[in-house]
C-alpha cells in the first residue's frame, strides 16, 4: 500500500510514533512502586514496549496499524512478574492506584482480548512459564500459565506424553491464552476441547485474593467455579496454574484421505463415525473451494470434489478398528480413498499461518469460527456462503469443519476482502461479513464463538447469544471487580469511562 507509515518497533527509530500515541504512560511514582514489585528489567514504558503491545492478533488490529493508525491506545507500561507472588503485588497495586490492568499470554488472541483500550497496564506472564509437577499416576501435568505452548508440549512429549491440545497457533500461544479463551486443538474429536482437559487451576481475582479449584476428577458442590474461569479471558482474574489431563503418546499414528461426491456425503458420514462413538483423534471436512486449493493435481476430486482428511491414533489394535470402521462409513457415504498427499501437507504445516501473507499483501483476510448443530449446518453453511458472496464481487469465502461432536461441529471460515484503495469503506465492508455471519449463525441456532473466544470484537453479538446470561455475567463481574480494574470492556462487559470503542 502506497503512502503508508508503519512504525517500526525496534531502535531508535520509534521516535516516528506520533506524540499522542505516547501520551498516557506511567507516572515517575508509579514506575518506581512497580519496579520495586518486579524489578527494573521487569517495567517496560519506551514507547517501541508499548507499541508492540499496542494490539493481538485480531486481524481489524493489523489492518489499522498496515495504514499508520493505532487500533485503540498504547499500553501505559507493560509488567512482567516472574512468580505468582509478584502478580499477586501487582493486582494489590493496581487496586491501590486504581489502575486497570490486562493478562497478556502471548498475544495470539484474534479477537482483541488484550487490546488496550484506555491504556491500561499489560501484564505479560510469561516469565511464568515452569512445569510444576507431572504425576504419572493420575495422568496429570501441572503448568505454570505463562509456559509457550509449544515448549510445553515438547516438554510432555519427551516425557512420553501428549496433553492433547495442538492448536495451529500452539508455538505462538501459552497455556494460560488456552484456558483464558477455551480454545480447541486439532485433534479435539479425540481429547476434547480446553475445558474438557483443566481437571484444576489457581487463579488470582482481580482483588488480589487467591481461588484454587484442586485438581480432582470430577465433584458435585455446585456450579464449576472451574468454568467461571475457563473462558473467563481475562476480565475475572488472572489464571496462574493449571493441571491438565494427559495422555501417553500414541504408539501408532494413521493418516487417511477421501473424496466425496457432496458437502452433504461429507457431514453425514462423520457424523455417522462420531455417532457410532469412534474417535479418529483428527477430521477435517473442506468445502468444495478449500478442497480444490488443496486437491488440484489428484483425478479423484475431479468427480467428487470435497476433501477429508482422518487421522487414526492409539493403540495400534485399536487404531486399525477405528479405522477400518470409519472408513467402511464413509464408503457408504461414496466417499472414496485416494492419494494421501493433502493428509501428508496438512501433517507438515499444521502450525503454520496462512493470513500474515495475505494481510501484508493489502487483503482483508479474516477467519471466523462459529458451532453449529448437524440440522443446522448445511443450511447455515449455505446461506453465509450466500450472503457473504453479496457483499462483494471479489470477495472470498472458504470453510472447513475440524472440530467435530455427536451434537455438530465447528465451521471454521475464512473471508477476504481484496485490497482497496479506501480503507474505511473496507473496514466497514469487513465488519459487515462478520456481522452477516455471526447473525446467520444465530439464526441457525449455532454458537457464535467454538475456540477464539469474544474478546473485543465479537461484544455486538454475544448479548443475543447468551441473553440474561450476559447481565449474570455483569453482576459477577460487578460483584468481584467494583472498580473496573481487570480487562474492561471485553467478553460484553462495561468498559471503563472514557475507553475507545471500536
Ligand atoms: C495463526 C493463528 C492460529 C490460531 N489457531 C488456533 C487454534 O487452532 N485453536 C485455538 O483455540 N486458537 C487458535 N488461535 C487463537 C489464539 O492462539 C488462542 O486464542 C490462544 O489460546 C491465545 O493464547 P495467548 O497466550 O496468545 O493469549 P493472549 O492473546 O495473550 O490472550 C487472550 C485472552 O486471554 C487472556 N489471558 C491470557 N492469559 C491469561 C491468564 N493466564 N489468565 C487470565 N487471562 C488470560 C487475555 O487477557 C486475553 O483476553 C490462533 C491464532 C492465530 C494467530
Redesign the pocket.
Known amino acids: 500500500m502506497s503512502g503508508v507509515t508503519v512504525f517500526p518497533v525496534d531502535g531508535a527509530s520509534h521516535d516516528a510514533i506520533p506524540a499522542e500515541w505516547r501520551a498516557h504512560t506511567l507516572s515517575d511514582a508509579h514506575r518506581a512502586q512497580l519496579v520495586k514489585l518486579v524489578g527494573e528489567g521487569g517495567v517496560l514504558t519506551a514507547p517501541a514496549d508499548r507499541y508492540t503491545y499496542c494490539r ?2 485480531l486481524p481489524f488490529g493489523t489492518f489499522r496499524l498496515r495504514v499508520g493508525k493505532l487500533p485503540a491506545t498504547l499500553p501505559a507500561a507493560i509488567v512482567c512478574p516472574a512468580d505468582e507472588a509478584a502478580l499477586q503485588a501487582v493486582i494489590a497495586w493496581a487496586v491501590e492506584a486504581q489502575i486497570a490492568l ?9 479477537l482483541g ?2 487490546m488496550p483500550l484506555n491504556c491500561e497496564v499489560m501484564v505479560d ?1 510469561k516469565r511464568m512459564n515452569r512445569i510444576v509437577e507431572i504425576n504419572e499416576i493420575d495422568g496429570t501435568v501441572t503448568v505454570q ?1 505463562g509456559m509457550n505452548g509449544g515448549q510445553f508440549e515438547a516438554a510432555l512429549n519427551a516425557r512420553g506424553y501428549t496433553a492433547g491440545h495442538l ?3 500452539i508455538n ?3 497455556v ?3 484456558a ?2 477455551r ?4 485433534a479435539s474429536s479425540r481429547y476434547g476441547k480446553i475445558e474438557d482437559m483443566v481437571v484444576g487451576l489457581k487463579a488470582l481475582l482481580p482483588n488480589a485474593q487467591p481461588l484454587e479449584v484442586r485438581a480432582v476428577a470430577r465433584r458435585a458442590v455446585g456450579p464449576s467455579i472451574k468454568d467461571l474461569m475457563v473462558g ?3 476480565v475475572f ?3 496462574t496454574q493449571l493441571t491438565l489431563r494427559m495422555w501417553r503418546l500414541p504408539a501408532h499414528e494413521a493418516g487417511a484421505v477421501l473424496a466425496f461426491p457432496t458437502l452433504q456425503a461429507g457431514f453425514d458420514a462423520l457424523r455417522e463415525i462420531i455417532q457410532s462413538e469412534l474417535r479418529p483423534a483428527v477430521m477435517r471436512l473442506y468445502d468444495e473451494m478449500e478442497s480444490h486449493q488443496r486437491t488440484k493435481d489428484i483425478a479423484a476430486f475431479a468427480h467428487k470434489p470435497i476433501l477429508c482428511i482422518l487421522k487414526f491414533s492409539g493403540l495400534r489394535e485399536l487404531a486399525e478398528v477405528e479405522q477400518r470402521l470409519s472408513l467402511a462409513i464413509c464408503a457408504a457415504h461414496g466417499g472414496e480413498l485416494t492419494d494421501d498427499g493433502p493428509y501428508r501437507h496438512w501433517e507438515t504445516t499444521r502450525y503454520q ?1 496462512y ?1 500474515i501473507q495475505w494481510q501484508t499483501g493489502g487483503y482483508y483476510m479474516d477467519t471466523i469460527e462459529v458451532t453449529g448443530t448437524w440440522t443446522g449446518l448445511p443450511h447455515m453453511y449455505a446461506a453465509m456462503s450466500e450472503a457473504v458472496h453479496a457483499l462483494h464481487p471479489d470477495i472470498h469465502f472458504g470453510a472447513h469443519w475440524s472440530h467435530i461432536y455427536a451434537e455438530g461441529a465447528c465451521q471454521y471460515m475464512t473471508v477476504r476482502l481484496p485490497p482497496m484503495p479506501d480503507d474505511d469503506v473496507a473496514l466497514a465492508l469487513h465488519r459487515k461479513a462478520w456481522d452477516v455471519v455471526e447473525r446467520l449463525c444465530l439464526a441457525h441456532g449455532g454458537s457464535i464463538a467454538h ?3 469474544a ?1 473485543l470484537f465479537r461484544n455486538a453479538w454475544l448479548r443475543e447469544e447468551l441473553n440474561t446470561g450476559m447481565d449474570v455475567l455483569q453482576i459477577i463481574k460487578d460483584g468481584i471487580d467494583p472498580g473496573n480494574l481487570l ?1 474492561p470492556g ?1 467478553l460484553g462487559l462495561r468498559a471503563a469511562p472514557g475507553a475507545i470503542v471500536l
Open positions: 493481538d492478533r490486562i493478562p497478556f499470554g502471548a498475544g495470539s488472541g484474534v482480548g488484550t506472564l500459565a492448536p495451529q497457533s505462538m500461544s501459552t494460560g491464552g488456552w483464558a479463551c480454545g480447541a486443538g486439532q473467563s479471558e481475562g482474574g488472572f489464571i499461518s493470513s475456540h477464539h473466544g474478546g480487562n471485553k
